[in-house]
């Protein structure tokens, strides 16, 4: 489903994205604001984020990211979204207590491809626009011609990592990079600080980081590099290598993570990460989600996740009481069109007022049985023992009969294996919601 981002006019008044940036309260950190502010005001420029293949998808972590990318390519600007089919090899230390899963070349070149299919959802993208010829420090690569405007390009840094000489690469890059600095790192320090320590594996990575500016900058005419709060070490790397080893001047900006008003990271669910790809996370359980953010967050959410103009953010995040209900369910409908696509989002919107009118009024409302948890533990307890249970169906046949037609949901995904079996994956929260047909509605929570 065509999913692409298409930002409204009204979205603000400004002509210039870094004061749309500003006014959505998005801008973390940034190397230089008068320069930056300068330079998106009087050219188009390429510009950068980074997303490291961890997993074969990406999650609402990467939502801001590619917000932002929407808003520059809106601007005029061209985004290259680059996956780390080199720096994967090792993985950002930033934010983390231990190393990361050394993974395969395989597995990274496979979620490399993945990423690529998911970004592709969101914004168009110049395919036939290619970065090539790196081979290594002293072979610059270059690209075969600028990109079209209005589209962005995607760039894998295995191209110039992976062929990369060790004397090379510690001649020519490391001798700029000052060890004492580094330390200063707060990735570093923290890790530094842990009994575990910091292996000098994971120590290179700032390197390839600011080599990934440095290349892009020197080969395409790459100015800047984006990224979460949690990569401002590194981006600050890029811009100094890159002014130390090519005389140029690029720049830096951050944005702030998403976080709930107690600072605590959104976007874990009692089944994991909240994916972007609706076979891991259903358009409804991601709707939900929103639907079911805290008061607090109303206001973050809204400048942050939607493309609504400010001053219909103000007035929903100014809303009261049992008002507040109205603006939840507004982000939940503009998140998950973003994400899944209007259509979705209208199912899910639909979805979510049935079972509220069904449970007269919320969810607890509605019929409600308690199951010990260790039923649904290991291989699980079979759907239609459940269903006959909860009399939803009287007999066996009935619910053959009754999924064949489509008539059984799971949290709003429809069941079509009469040998479907429940397990503790199936639960959100703690609840499943099993619907049946349009208007019969049963809970099940875990004890």
Request: charged share 30%.
């Amino acid at each position: 489903m065509d999913t692409i981002i298409k930002i409204p006019d009204s979205v603000s008044k400004f002509d210039n994205v870094y004061d749309v940036f500003k006014e959505r309260g998005m801008i973390d950190g940034v190397t230089d604001e008068d320069g930056v502010r300068n330079l998106l005001g009087r050219e188009k420029i390429k510009f950068y984020i980074g997303f490291d293949p961890t997993a074969d998808c990406l999650h609402v972590g990467h939502l801001i990211q590619i917000i932002a990318m929407s808003y520059m390519l809106k601007y005029g600007h061209t985004p290259v979204a680059l996956v780390g089919g080199g720096t994967g090899m090792i993985g950002d230390p930033s934010g983390r207590t231990d190393m990361r899963k050394v993974m395969t070349v395989e597995e990274i070149d496979y979620n490399c491809r993945n990423f690529k299919k998911l970004f592709d959802k969101y914004m168009p993208f110049d395919d036939e626009w290619k970065y090539t010829g790196n081979n290594g420090v002293y072979v610059p690569g270059k690209q075969n011609r600028e990109p079209k405007k209005g589209f962005a390009v995607s760039v894998n840094n295995a191209e110039w990592i992976r062929p990369l000489n060790y004397g090379e690469f510690s001649y020519e890059i490391g001798k700029l990079f000052n060890v004492r600095q580094m330390l200063r790192s707060d990735a570093f320090k923290t890790r530094m600080e842990r009994e575990t320590g910091l292996s000098f594996y994971e120590f290179g990575y700032m390197l390839l980081q600011g080599y990934d500016f440095m290349v892009m900058a020197r080969d395409f005419g790459l100015k800047m590099e984006m990224g979460g709060a949690d990569q401002w070490t590194n981006i600050i790397a890029g811009v100094d290598l890159t002014r130390k080893s090519c005389g140029t001047d690029v720049y830096g900006m951050t944005f702030g993570l998403l976080t709930t008003s107690d600072g605590k990271k959104m976007g874990k669910t009692a089944k994991g990460a909240l994916w972007l790809d609706k076979d891991r996370v259903s358009p409804y359980e991601f709707f939900q989600y929103w639907r079911n953010v805290a008061d607090a967050d109303v206001d973050k959410c809204l400048r942050l996740l939607t493309f609504l103009p400010m001053d219909e953010v103000r007035r929903l995040s100014a809303l009261e009481g049992a008002e507040i209900n109205k603006a939840k369910e507004i982000l939940a409908f503009e998140i998950t069109k973003t994400v899944h696509g209007e259509a979705e989002a209208n199912k899910a919107l639909e979805t979510s007022r049935e079972i509220f009118m069904a449970g007269a009024g919320s969810s607890e409302n509605m019929p409600t049985t308690e199951l010990d948890k260790s039923r649904f533990d290991g291989d699980g307890e079979g759907l239609i023992n459940l269903l006959k249970e909860l009399k939803l169906i009287k007999s066996t046949s009935e619910g053959f009969r009754t999924i064949e037609q489509g008539g059984i949901k799971l949290n709003q995904d429809k069941v079509t294996d009469r040998k479907r079996v429940v397990t503790l994956s199936d639960f959100e929260d703690g609840e499943l919601i099993i619907q049946k047909g349009k208007k019969k509605f049963h809970r099940v929570v875990l004890k």
